[in-house]
């Protein structure tokens, strides 16, 4: 096993880093705390890794002082927790004057090693290292890693690429703080509806349409088999495989649970409320969907409020969608949740008293709290008559002031009794 380990550090430090498409994110790398890189699959948890020792490398870290191993490669398996000692015995024997300084070691799909917790307490305790760890979100669930290292972690959520990562890793130049001439807004507006039918996963940005969608239902299969199936030990499959495909079909929109039951038995298809709730859970844990609740300080009234469901991402909605690249609504939609989601905000929907709509509200973590409604366009005066209605109403309940319509390709500033409306066009707002 030395010899073996012996090759696979050299072979890194031997390695040139690839070079990725930059993500937004970094992680915290706190002294005394493992980052956790935790996301569905296929995200580029571990290019994120090669981003992060590319940062180390730029800050005049040496690349010997860092180490990384993926635990999915066949030559360390079977590992025992015993023997994960000798990797760090092992490293420090090829470089012993590292034994003085601080050394970042990065562990891929670390969790196929039983007992790799307690080997990664102990050495985070013992020696002078920065740990960050990536694992599939079948066995590296982030309520289970603050069970497992027991508040030694920070977890950081990797995303598929946002629409400014989607950009940079097409090679179109950023927009920074001028805004675009007539010619580049054509090109950003035409990218974002394309960004909405594609959506991010990095594998599929420069496929074919035909092998993306067989790509994307791929990852599904994947997430149903190794992250449900085998993880819960699923045998009633095929409720769960129309749950997805339902949930994927229809994103952005109310789910109840009680709903879709009546609707299962109506097809024959016998399945439990209870199990269905589970099966919903599972999705939410593999980082599939999202489900938001309705604004409330009443916990009942969440509780009895069907939940609107999100999709990761909307490449990934519209490889199941009915009606393929003609959901424009439901996918702007979609695009504007997970744009609010990456950026941390708790995010719910809003129901006025005479029953009007807002599609969101976010709070930010000093609780300052905005309103967005997501609509295609205003050139229909009912349309736009119906959004501007329920933004204004909404700002009166709450008082809330900070409004945004985020549309396909309108702009404008709409004043109102209740405050101002602000229309974007949604690839400007996605790179302000």
């Known amino acids: 096993m030395s010899a073996l380990l012996e090759q696979l550090i050299a072979d890194f430090h031997e390695r040139p880093l690839p070079t990725p498409t930059h993500r ?78 601080t050394c970042y070691f990065f562990f891929d799909e670390v969790q196929n090693i039983s007992g790799w917790e307690v080997w990664l307490r102990r050495l985070v305790d013992t020696e002078r290292v920065q740990i960050a760890v990536t694992g599939s979100s079948a066995k590296l669930l982030s309520r289970e890693i603050a069970t497992a290292l027991r508040g030694r972690s920070l977890s950081t959520e990797i995303f598929p690429f946002s629409f400014r990562e989607a950009l940079a890793h097409e090679g179109v130049e950023d927009i920074t703080a001028s805004r675009p001439g007539a010619k580049k807004r054509a090109l950003l507006e035409n990218r974002l509806r394309r960004y909405l039918l594609n959506g991010g996963f990095p594998e599929v940005q420069t496929v074919s349409d035909n092998h993306r969608i067989r790509i994307l239902q791929e990852y599904v299969d994947v997430v149903i088999l190794r992250d449900i199936v085998e993880r819960y030990k699923v045998s009633n499959i095929l409720p769960l495989r129309t749950l997805i495909r339902h949930l994927l079909a229809t994103p952005a929109t109310l789910f109840s649970v009680n709903k879709f039951y009546n609707d299962l038995r109506s097809q024959g298809l016998a399945c439990g409320k209870n199990t269905l709730h589970d099966y919903f859970e599972y999705l939410k844990d593999a980082y599939l969907i999202y489900p938001v609740s309705i ?70 973590q000093r609780d300052a709290q905005t309103l967005y409604q997501a609509s295609l366009e205003l050139r229909d005066e009912q349309t736009r008559k119906r959004e501007v209605r329920a933004l204004t109403t909404a700002m009166q309940e709450t008082g809330i002031k900070g409004t945004t319509i ?5 702009e404008e500033r709409i004043e109102t009794d209740a405050g101002v409306i602000n229309v974007v066009p949604a690839w400007l707002w996605a790179l302000q």
Do not use: C
Request: hydrophobic share 35%; proline share 4%; aromatic share 12%.
């Open 24 to 101: 937004k994110t970094e992680l915290p790398g706190l002294s005394g705390k493992i980052d956790a890189i935790i996301g569905m699959r296929r995200t580029g948890k571990t290019w994120f890794l090669f981003q992060t020792m590319q940062h180390y490398l730029e800050q005049g870290i040496p690349k010997e002082a860092m180490l990384y191993l993926n635990f999915d490669d066949e030559r360390l398996l079977p590992m025992t927790a015993a023997k994960l000692g000798q990797i760090i015995e092992t490293y420090y024997r090829m470089f012993p004057e590292h034994r003085d300084r």
């Open 295 to 364: 604004h409330s300080r009443s916990e009942r009234t969440r509780r009895v409020n069907p939940r609107k469901v999100y999709v990761i991402d909307t490449g990934l909605a519209n490889a199941f969608l009915h009606r393929p690249q003609s959901d424009w609504g439901r996918l702007l939609e979609n695009f504007v949740f997970m744009e609010l989601r990456r950026k941390g905000l708790a995010i719910e929907y809003y129901r006025t008293g005479n029953g009007l709509e807002v599609d969101f509200i976010a709070t930010d």
């Open 406 to 410: 985020v549309s396909l390709d309108t």
